[in-house]
């Protein structure tokens, strides 16, 4: 299986998510935008409400993601050919949509088409899913991407109750379950236990905290 770290920005560094009706929004379509079928399609009215209306199509799997204001962070692994770049033109250019209406603006929201770095299977490639989780810490505790975090319990509590990330869903807390596809990340990450110890010693650690600007 081919991973991609895949991210983006807001165009001239300009914030993306103004509150959490556009961060739930960008969730949501993450999963709905996942699909071969048009969107469009994607929903029918029956006894027990909003559903599928036909069976999904998955364009790519999403392992691990992360919203901050300005930009995101996915780790992707395509499901069928040119699935990488058929679900982040559905995913951009429809969040795109939503946000000028919004917001009553024209014109492109982001940076770039979006950037892709393929992730080579080394040793590094064990704490990207690390850096992509720890990446809101930047927040209050920028000092985590040198290791120089001091009181790493206020620091994993932040991460806690920060919703707009896989985090939660690797923790075993039902946060998104239905976006993420986790089971061959969490044969490197381990238990929720082993997962939360490496999140520490990363963010304590310089050595460790070394590969955080990966996420630049």
């Known amino acids: 299986m081919d991973y991609f770290h895949?991210?983006?920005?807001g165009v001239d560094k300009r914030d993306i998510f103004l509150d959490d009706k556009d961060r739930a929004r960008f969730v949501h379509d993450l999963f709905v935008f996942n699909d071969a079928e048009p969107s469009m399609n994607f929903l029918h009215h029956g006894r027990q409400g909003l559903g599928p209306a036909h069976p999904r199509k998955m364009l790519v799997d999403i392992h691990v993601f992360t919203l901050m204001d300005n930009h995101y962070h996915l780790l992707l692994s395509p499901?069928?050919?040119?699935?990488?770049?058929?679900?982040?033109?559905?995913?951009?250019?429809?969040?795109t949509k939503y946000f000028n209406e919004r917001y009553e603006r024209v014109g492109t929201l982001w940076q770039s088409k979006h950037k892709r770095i393929v992730v080579e299977r080394n040793a590094h490639f064990l704490y990207i899913p690390y850096y992509i989780h720890i990446n809101p810490l930047d927040y209050l505790f920028p000092q985590w991407r040198t290791g120089g975090v001091r009181d790493s319990r206020k620091a994993l509590a932040y991460l806690a109750q920060y919703r707009w990330s896989s985090h939660l869903d690797y923790l075993g807390i039902k946060n998104f379950p239905s976006v993420t596809a986790r089971e061959e990340i969490m044969l490197i990450l381990g238990?929720?236990?082993?997962?939360?110890r490496t999140i520490k010693d990363i963010i304590t650690d310089p050595m460790l905290a070394d590969g955080a600007d990966y996420l630049e």
């Not at 069928?80 to 995913?91: H, T």
Request: proline share 4%; net charge positive.
């Open 79 to 95: 499901r069928v050919d040119n699935g990488i770049s058929l679900f982040m033109q559905k995913l951009n250019m429809g969040y």
């Open 191 to 196: 238990t929720p236990e082993s997962y939360q």
């Open 6 to 9: 895949v991210l983006n920005r």
